[in-house]
């Protein structure tokens, strides 16, 4: 029998991921599992800005930045961010996750909805838009890591990919990627984020019945040409 609550959803998507999919794909619902994700996001923001360094992440993001800038450009730029609010930076980072997360799960959405329209799959964007959402909720419990940590530990100078204590940078205990964007985002990831990746696949995979590899090439090829289309662009 299929969960028929949204609550039920969100255990079963980890729990018992066929029984969930099989709800998304009758009652395709996104507001739970969008605001969960938002929400949890934005605690993890306003938890790291209300305990580190403000001065020190200002000037570090600076200096990765601005490479091409001259001594006097540089210090106008220090002066100029010297006397923001901690408050104001985390709602800026809280509001800009939120819309690029919302705008690239509505155009994965549409991608996949694209996809079904060559495929004759017989599923719309709204199903694709659910299944997405649904199936990044494990990301979850990364933020959760994210804020133990930040509030458990000492946050002054705790480098943005150390926050989630399940990232790569964490677990490998890796070095700063400070002045590289992609290697900083790739070293930011956490093994939640690698568990959606493969939920979404096997999402896909048990919906369509395609192959697991068809169905990985397919589910990831946006997420592969972005990166490698800013992999491309920052190393020329």
Known sequence: MTASKPLDTAVN???????????????????????????????????????????????????AASEDMGPRQRQAAADRMENISPMVVASAAAASSALFLTVWLFLNSAYLAGVSLLTNDDYRRKQWFAMLCWCALPVVLGHAASVANIFFSDATFLRPDRMNPLSFSSLLDLESAAGNSMRQFLQSMDLTAIWSMGLTVFAYHAW???????SALIVLAPAILLFGSILYFTSN
Do not use: C, G, H
Request: overall charge negative; cysteine-free; hydrophobic content about 55%.
């Open 13 to 63: 998507i980890i729990a018992a991921p066929l029984e969930a999919l099989a709800t998304i794909r009758l009652k395709p619902t996104v507001l739970l599992p969008l605001f969960a994700i938002i929400m949890a996001n934005t605690a993890v923001v306003f938890s790291y800005y209300s305990q580190v360094d403000l001065a020190w992440v200002l000037e570090t993001s600076l200096e």
């Open 208 to 214: 369509t019945k395609k192959n697991l590899f068809e």
